[in-house]
């Protein structure tokens, strides 16, 4: 049978625990926002469709959408009124193709959920022909999780959630895991008959889990990799943990690949950085967005690499440095503390110690220029836009000022520097 997969993201929850103007699954992890994880895990799978369910956020979602998936078909319809997940499922109801065969439900505030798990669920699906597939976990604290019922032959009978608990099944620890997928045919057909009896009076989506096994409908599971997976985020504090997983795994897969993090607990590398083979991380680095080192580098200890920089082979970035736009060619140093911004510097350059590039006039930020071989010397201030030509040399104290290049193989130096030495376009 051919299968033409449609999934729902549920991301209307209002998150008041984050106690936040920006909606929930907006709040960044790892440097992008939380909702952007099950996205990409959606579009990973090249569904036939994909709708969004929001909330009272609607427009602030929306506005994300247009932004940074703009290429990409995705719906977005509101929940008008936040009363359980069956109905946030009903609200995508009338944005759903004909042609969808099948049915997955994702969570837009679970970023920790793999793609291979994912695509292990729905091959569970399709494999067992079942009306419905949960992910399910085993996890040794329980508390605030729907448990899993199974009968005697191990069907499952239904989801019990966390309030609706009795003594009988409060010490159960295989809990729903919130991702699911369904025949969408049979999902429609029962959808309707779920009934708010529960003690928060909502219209749970789980609650199809039951109705299935009384029609005798198979209903199969497939478990996830690892408990982490099913956590969400409900506070700041589920932020903060979350990240720190998040880090961990970035710097485990940047292990494998033959780069040294000496200290884990004390770096962060955003979930997009790419780091060539042989470099080294020192403690105490923090590496933002859209960044790449190139190999047999040493990065820190103690320094901020910034967004939109890019680190070539064989370059050295010690301590209590700043980078940020910047552009350093092969086997360049920058040793020691200072701050560089929307720089490009070239091959073997040294930039000594408190070297700062003043990029920013109060207006516009300006762009400075390094060539090969040249030579910074410590405490130089660089105002932007000015170019240091190859092999050039400032000296220690100089205040290089805007468009009074220093010529290739030239020497400045002074307040405000001065060639003492004319190099060959003089």
Partial sequence: MKHNLGIIILAAGKGKRMNSRLPKVLHKLCGKPMLSYSIDTALSLRPGQIILVVGDDKEKIIDYIKTDYKKEK?????????????????????????????????????????????????????????????????????????????????????????????????????????????????LLRVIKDIKPDNKKKEYYLTDVVGLFYRENKKISSASASSSDEVLGVNSRSDLVDLEQILNQRTINKFLDNGVTVSSPQTTFI?????????????????????????????????????????????????????????????????????YLGDIKLGNNVNVGAGVVTANFDGKNKNKTVVADNAFIGSDTILVAPVRVGKSAVTGAGSVVTKHKNVPDK??????????YKKGKDE
């Fill in 74 to 186: 995705i719906k977005v319809v509101q929940q008008k009124k936040l009363c359980g997940t069956a109905d946030a499922v009903l609200s995508a109801k009338s944005m759903l193709s004909a042609n969808i065969t099948d049915l997955l439900v994702l969570y837009g505030d679970q970023p920790l959920l793999t793609k291979e798990t994912v695509k292990n669920l729905l091959n569970t699906h399709y494999k067992n022909n079942s009306v419905l597939t949960l992910l399910t976990a085993e996890i040794d604290d329980a508390t605030g999780y729907g448990r899993v019922l199974r009968d005697k032959a191990n069907n499952i009978i239904r989801i019990c959630e966390d309030l609706d608990l009795t003594w009988d099944n409060i010490e159960l620890k295989e809990v729903n895991a919130g991702s699911c997928v369904f025949k969408k045919k049979e």
């Fill in 270 to 338: 955003n979930h997009d950085v790419r780091i060539g083979k042989d470099t080294v991380i020192k403690p105490f680095v923090y590496i933002d967005s859209e960044v790449e080192i190139g190999k047999n580098c040493t990065i820190g200890p103690f320094c901020h690499i910034r967004g939109g920089s890019k680190i070539a082979d064989n370059v050295i970035v010690g301590s209590f440095a700043e980078l940020n736009r910047v552009y350093a060619g092969n086997n360049t140093r920058i040793k020691h503390f200072s």
């Fill in 410 to 419: 030239a020497i400045a130096f002074g307040v405000p520097a001065k060639l």
